[in-house]
């Protein structure tokens, strides 16, 4: 009798055991119904340099230090950058110093983690998204921007002439200016600047592909078509796409609407404060906020072999601006400058309201030298002189920078 019952258990055991894989096995089964119909996402992602680089040793980086410290001294004297700077070598950082303040009402302290407008250095990272799309099969490097946006009403331009201002279109800011295209009592969008060019009869400067001539103008309807490509919007997709899978948490797009009373305003270099107008919301040129240390990680993901197929990076370091003989040259959403000895340079400045800043990757040497203030001076721009410190470009730590 003991034994029936011992095997009637074991049975009930065994049953309910099969009942409980079955019912697993059905919820898996009903879940992977359920995500065949969910898109998967095809983004493409920056990724961290993984490669491990060489660790420097306490007695170079000292050696370098004194430089550097002599230089950021003679540079901002009496410690007036107001704002963050960074010189790192192999993603190491050698020095960095954070001074001032953000905000001068509430005397918010500027520090490591303080995000400030980067100004036009916001177009390398937008230049960075456009590229990884092209580089992912997205879209094409020559590809017609009116085959992407179909109101863009200029059909020579492509996404090339747009990352090396070979478009030939004007600045938003020159023809929004006139009250019969816009009333600058309404803020303008990125939008609202292709809806202008596509009913306002507004031309082209200069025939598509003649000549270079910086326009903030490519760079917002790139950002358009990072819109266009991912169904996102563009802080989403930068989101999505740069910042998030770098670990830049200090780095974000400016949404006009919800941020601008939370960001840290620009000044002038009296510390007058200088107010947000009208062209404030457009995004794609500018508006990017970040960090020396963010824009650091960025550098590097910018130096791995994942960042792009080396065909499409020849490309970007290529300069596009050769129809006048000068040392001063544009790629693919980053400036250079190329001597006759074959050195080259490249950078990338910006300038918005009261805020200056400089980004310069050595690309031979591994260095990132890195300068962002919201107090109007042109002393960022001076750290492209530190190069000489870390390899053979001609330049003179005494004489003054002059160029924006």
Known sequence: MKFIKKANILQLMLLIVVFISCKKETLSKQISEINIGVPKDTLPKMQPLNKEEAKLTVEYINSKRRSIEAFYKKNWPNNSLNGGFLVAKNGQIIYEKYEGFSNFRNKTVMTADTPLHLASVSKVITATAVLKLINAGKINLDQKVNTILKKFPYPEVTIRTLLNHRSGMRS???????????????????????????????????????????????????????????????????????????????????????????????YKGNRVEIGMDYLDAIYGDKNIYSTPRDLLKLDRARSASTFLEPELLNQVYKGYSNEHKGRKNYGLGIRMVQWE???????????????????????????????????????????????????????????????E
């Open 172 to 266: 938003y800011s020159y023809f929004t200016d006139k009250k019969e295209i816009w009333d600058r009592h309404k803020i303008l969008t990125n939008q609202d600047i292709l809806t202008l060019l596509a009913t306002k009869g507004i031309t082209l400067e200069y025939k598509t592909n003649t000549r270079f001539a910086y326009c903030n103008t490519n760079f917002a309807i790139l950002a358009l078509i990072i819109e266009k490509t991912t169904g996102l919007k563009y802080k989403e997709a930068m989101k999505r796409i740069v910042f998030e899978p770098l670990g830049m948490k200090n780095t974000f797009v400016m949404d006009y609407d919800k941020d601008r009373k939370n960001v840290a305003p620009s």
């Open 341 to 403: 000895t074959g050195q080259t340079l490249y950078y990338h400045n910006g300038w918005w309201h009261g805020s200056t800043t400089s980004y310069v990757p050595l690309r031979k040497e591994n260095v990132t030298i890195i300068a962002l203030s919201n107090k109007f001076s042109k002393s960022p721009y001076n750290i492209r002189k530190l190069s000489a410190l870390f390899g053979d470009y001609p330049f003179n730590l005494e004489k003054e920078e002059k160029e």
